[in-house]
Nanobody
Framework: QVQLVESGGGLVQTGGSLRLSCAAS????????MGWFRQAPGKEREFVSA????????YYADSVKGRFTISRDNAKNTVYLQMNALKPEDTAVYYC?????????????????WGQGTQVTVSS
């Protein structure tokens, strides 16, 4: 059974940076597209970014475009989310997920395995 474990969250001031990591167990990591979602208190989970299994294609929510960068290292079974110029509205629990289906990248229903999440808090 594949498991995803996020790390790298924390408390940072506005304008700061964090790098999230998502380590996957299992041998099939390189065959799957991966995504990052986030959920703020009282809000629905929302798409942040996704990357194809070859790293050829990347996708970003408009709210993070130009500030966040997704990448992956298939040799290490790890996907990353570099977050720069952080804002208080980026505060949320961030989840990585494995994309199992062929629909839109932006829908959480296209992802079948999720990590436990890592908290990101941006202070103003």
């Amino acid at each position: 059974q594949v498991q995803l474990v996020e790390s790298g969250g924390g408390l940072v001031q506005t304008g700061g940076s964090l790098r999230l990591s998502c380590a996957a167990s299992g041998r099939s990591f390189a065959q799957y597209d991966m995504g990052w979602f986030r959920q703020a208190p009282g809000k629905e989970r929302e798409f942040v970014s996704a990357i194809s299994w070859t790293s050829t294609n990347t996708y970003y929510a408009d709210s993070v475009k130009g500030r966040f960068t997704i990448s992956r290292d298939n040799a290490k079974n790890t996907v990353y989310l570099q977050m720069n110029a952080l804002k208080p509205e980026d505060t949320a629990v961030y989840y990585c997920a494995r994309r199992a289906y062929s629909g839109t990248y932006y829908s959480s229903g296209e992802y079948d395995i999720w990590g436990q999440g890592t908290q990101v808090t941006v202070s103003s």
